[in-house]
C-alpha cells in the first residue's frame, strides 16, 4: 500500500444561526491506495476521513466530509464567535499517528520512490513545510430587525 502526502487548500461559505461566513482553510492530507480502494485521511485538520474506488471519488468524498462537517459545527453554534472558535479547534486538531504516514510518505516523494503520477497527471508539488492555517471571517450577519413585512400585492396603473 502506497501512501501519498497530500496539501489542500479548501475555500467555503457556511450560513450559521444569524450569520455568513467564509472558511478557508490549508490543511494537510494522507490519501492511500488500500485493498477496498482509495481513503483519504486527514492529518491538520485531522477528525476526517472518506474512501471510493478510485483516487478521485476519494478526493471528491474526503473534500464533501469536509464542508459537511463545517456544515454541523455550524449548526451548532449558537453564534459566529462560537462556530468559528469550534471551527478553529476542529482544524487543530492533528491526527498524530497519520502525521507520521504523512511525514514517512515525504520522504518517500523526496527519495523519488513515490511520485504523484499514481494518481493524477496535474497534481503539483509543494513544499511539505507550506503554511497551513485557517482564518474564518464574518461576511455578513442577520439579526431579528432584517425581517421586513413588505405588500405582497399592489394595484398596477
Known sequence: M?????LFNFRDKVSGDGFLASVSVQGRGLAADEDDGWWMYGVEPGDLAA???????????FRKTFTSILFDIAEDAKDFK??????????????HP?????????LEVRAGKITSDAISKSLPTRPANSPRS????????FTLK???????????A
Open 82 to 95: 462560537t462556530f468559528r472558535a469550534e471551527v478553529n479547534r476542529f482544524f487543530k486538531g492533528i491526527n
Open 146 to 156: 432584517d425581517n421586513v413585512l413588505e405588500p405582497l400585492m399592489a394595484i398596477a
Open 134 to 141: 485557517v482564518e474564518v471571517k464574518l461576511l455578513q450577519s
Open 2 to 6: 502506497n501512501h501519498y502526502p497530500l
Open 51 to 61: 474512501g471510493g474506488a478510485t483516487f478521485a471519488e476519494a478526493q471528491c468524498e
Open 98 to 106: 497519520t502525521e507520521e504516514e504523512w511525514n514517512a510518505a515525504v
